[in-house]
């Protein structure tokens, strides 16, 4: 990810000053749940078909397209995973319980199953600055891989925790929705804002309320200490998408790993182009028109299209609402009242993912 052009910053100043100050960085903690993590999934694909482990090892970055280690790959941050085992220790556990470490492979494997199959939805080719999956294993084996890492997922949660399955699997159905949505939103001029917050709630949000929410689950924790969990990980989901919308406009390419402009070339109705499309102000119907202009959109156009977003407010209003959702998942921190440790951390990843500076 990237910090936006101009410089704007997710979290404000009296946002950030609210949160806690941990002992390590960000980029310290996710690393070292990566690595608690990490070996656990490795062992689960394991059990895969060689087909469909080769796709899954090469979508995780542990293999390059030929099946060698490829040190040069990488599986992303593992924020869900992180969110899973640091909602755990929110609630009393060490976080390397067998059990806790079982959702976050969990919500981990259903964050890649949903990647697999979003960029062959989007025609997506690049992922992590490598050619995503379907570009190297074709579209129909890497379906199947999607798949596959889906039902793994919820045979690792089965073993120990099948209390927390249902759980799972109804934020996997928001998530399906939400996708669903999305792709109904695509090129709609008469896409609404509450529309477009509501597929991204269901894309986005359900599946980080279920990884902030489901290792304090799976460990037993107090049903109310759970939902609280939930919350905040909806509220920094939402504040993660929104954004992710950001990016998608004014992102630079060398940290998004995708085009500049990328989701304005591809016409996506997000948040900063709905809020500007339906304002009513001429910036809006001008971006109307280049948005419905025939063929390809130039970048001559997508400079002007990502102008008129800002005339029109769009990239204003999705910075005060991403504010917005960053306020109330701190706020359900607040009422968790976890050990402090665990609060500080989980402070320090919410302030890390939102203030964008990676």
């Known amino acids: 990810m990237s910090e936006t052009q101009g410089g704007t910053d ?13 002992e390590r960085g960000a980029a310290e903690i996710l690393a070292d749940i990566k690595q608690l ?25 542990w293999q390059d397209a030929s099946g060698a280690p490829d040190p040069t790959g990488s599986g992303g941050k593992a924020l869900r995973p992180a969110l899973a085992v640091l909602g755990a220790r929110a609630v009393g556990a060490a976080g390397d319980e067998p059990e806790v470490l079982d959702a976050a492979c969990a919500v981990e494997l259903i964050h890649n199953f949903s990647l697999l199959h979003d960029d062959i939805m ?10 995503t999956a379907w570009t190297v294993y074709g579209v129909d084996q890497t379906l ?7 039902t793994l997922a919820f045979q690792v949660l089965t073993e120990r925790s099948p209390h927390a399955v249902a759980s799972l699997a109804a934020s996997v159905q928001v998530l399906i929705a939400g996708q669903s949505e999305d792709l109904d939103l695509a090129g709609n001029d008469a896409a609404t804002v509450d529309q477009c917050l509501e597929m991204e709630s269901g894309k986005t949000a359900s599946l980080l309320a279920a990884s902030a929410s489901l290792g304090a689950h799976a460990y037993g924790a107090d049903p109310e200490r759970v939902r609280l969990l939930s919350e905040y990980g909806h509220h ?6 929104l954004v992710d919308d950001l990016l998608g406009i004014w992102g630079e390419t060398g940290t998004t790993g995708k085009p500049v402009a990328a989701d304005l070339y591809a016409r996506k109705r997000s948040a900063p182009v709905v809020a500007a499309l339906t ?20 970048d001559a156009d997508l400079v002007l299209a990502a102008d008129l977003v800002e005339q029109a407010g769009g990239r204003s209003w999705t910075q005060d609402r991403a504010d917005l959702h960053t306020r109330e998942a701190l706020a359900r921190l607040d009422r968790l009242a976890p050990h402090p440790r665990a609060l500080a951390d989980l402070g320090e990843v919410t302030r890390f993912l939102l203030s964008r500076t990676w």
Not at 144 to 150: I, V
């Open 10 to 22: 997710t979290l404000t100043q009296g946002t950030e000053a609210d949160l806690p100050v941990a």
């Open 122 to 131: 989007d025609g997506d080719r690049t992922r992590r600055h490598r050619p």
């Open 144 to 150: 199947l891989a999607g798949c596959a890492l889906q």
């Open 236 to 241: 920094l989901g939402m504040a993660f998408q």
């Open 37 to 61: 993590v990490d070996p656990q999934l490795e062992r689960r694909l394991d059990a895969l078909h060689p087909t469909m482990r080769g796709i899954g090892r090469y979508h995780f970055g």
């Open 279 to 298: 304002a009513g102000s001429p910036a809006s119907e001008r971006l109307r028109r280049v948005l419905s202009s025939e063929g390809d959109l130039s």
